[in-house]
Nanobody, 117 residues
Framework: VQLQASGGGLVQAGGSLRLSCTVQGRTSGIYVLGWFRQAPGKEREFVAS???????PFYADSVKGRFTVFIDNINTGSLQMSSLSVEDTAVYYC????????????WGQGTQVTVSS
């Protein structure tokens, strides 16, 4: 299983951006899709997650109400980000767990999101 994140870019504060995570390989080997981010000089932090069947979305408090995580189709999951602020600037990663596991073992390469004031 390989993950590829895309959709990052430069956006003004208050704007929106949608990230996508494409899965190459058997999606039957995936249980939960997660999104993480790492800002310069900071540790990587959890952003959101969803079971690959499209249920049980879960969000970090910092993005709740602004970000939406969902599964587009059998091979793609997305993170819709709205009301972006400069504090959301980071490299965003998608990751996935295996079935019956909570450990994120599959990671995408990251996509840069930059929010300008």
């Amino acid at each position: 299983v390989q993950l590829q994140a895309s959709g990052g870019g430069l956006v003004q504060a208050g704007g929106s951006l949608r990230l996508s995570c494409t899965v190459q390989g058997r999606t039957s080997g995936i249980y939960v899709l997660g999104w993480f981010r790492q800002a310069p000089g900071k540790e990587r932090e959890f952003v959101a997650s969803i079971v690959w069947t499209g249920v049980n979305p879960f969000y970090a408090d910092s993005v709740k109400g602004r970000f939406t995580v969902f599964i587009d189709n059998i091979n793609t999951g997305s993170l819709q980000m709205s009301s972006l602020s400069v504090e959301d600037t980071a490299v965003y990663y998608c990751a996935a767990t295996r079935p019956r596991s909570t450990e994120y073992v599959y990671w995408g390469q990251g996509t840069q999101v930059t929010v300008s004031s």
